[in-house]
T-cell receptor, first 117, second 111 residues
């Protein structure tokens, strides 16, 4: 158990709909990352938040957005869903202390499996 | 455009050492070598990381060549639960803090 929790575990929805995935980081971790894993693209970084602010963006579609709240939990919002958005969505957290920098380890949650029908 | 090259698959007998190679011939001086694994659609699990010295923890050992162009992850006594996809990832401040997963090596541990 990494200490990172994600809800829901599974989500089934229809094309055109909007969903919200939730992530609670490990206690004390300030940084949250979102990753998408689909069969054809593998594990891809979407976006990172640090202490409530967006820190880095990866291959995130404009239909997707995220935020990190004052209690440090994060939500990933996916809208106008398409069949190709079906994937596993993982959240990871890290302490991201200024002194640890690049050696800061990311710990992953169990993921949310999204199926778009 | 992953900067590491790993064999797509490997087999290992239970109880034997599993040696997973990774080539990173274009590694730069400030890049760390990280290893993660993913067991059947679970969240990726951190294993170990290093810069230039060999590293060991309770899960594995990491051997980095002197020129840093390749490394080997060693699971000393593989068990069936070590069957997973293993990812070798380079990480530096220049590339940001995100992990750039490639295709990894699918390790099958057999009885």
């Amino acid at each position: 158990d990494s200490g990172v929790t994600q809800t829901p575990k599974h989500l089934i929805t229809a094309t055109g709909q909007r969903v919200t995935l939730r992530c609670s980081p490990r206690s004390g971790d300030l940084s949250v990352y979102w990753y998408q894993q689909s069969l054809d693209q593998g594990l891809q970084f979407l976006i990172q938040y640090y202490n409530g602010e967006e820190r880095a963006k990866g291959n995130i579609l404009e239909r997707f957005s995220a935020q990190q709240f004052p209690d440090l939990h994060s939500e990933l919002n996916l809208s106008s869903l398409e069949l190709g958005d079906s994937a596993l969505y993982f959240c990871a957290s890290s302490a991201q202390l200024r002194t640890s920098g690049i050696t800061d380890t990311q710990y992953f949650g169990p993921g949310t499996r999204l199926t778009v029908l | 455009d992953a900067k590491t090259t790993q064999p797509p698959s490997m087999d290992c007998a239970e109880g034997r050492a599993a040696n997973l190679p990774c080539n990173h011939s274009t590694i730069s001086g400030n890049e760390y070598v990280y290893w993660y694994r993913q067991i059947h659609s679970q969240g990726p699990q951190y294993i170990i990381h290093g810069l230039k010295n060999n590293e060991t923890n309770e899960m594995a050992s990491l051997i980095i060549t002197e020129d840093r162009k390749s490394s080997t992850l060693i699971l000393p006594h593989a068990t069936l639960r070590d069957t997973a996809v293993y990812y070798c990832i380079l990480r530096s401040l220049d590339s940001g803090y995100a992990l750039n997963f490639g295709k990894g090596t699918s390790l099958l541990v057999t009885p």
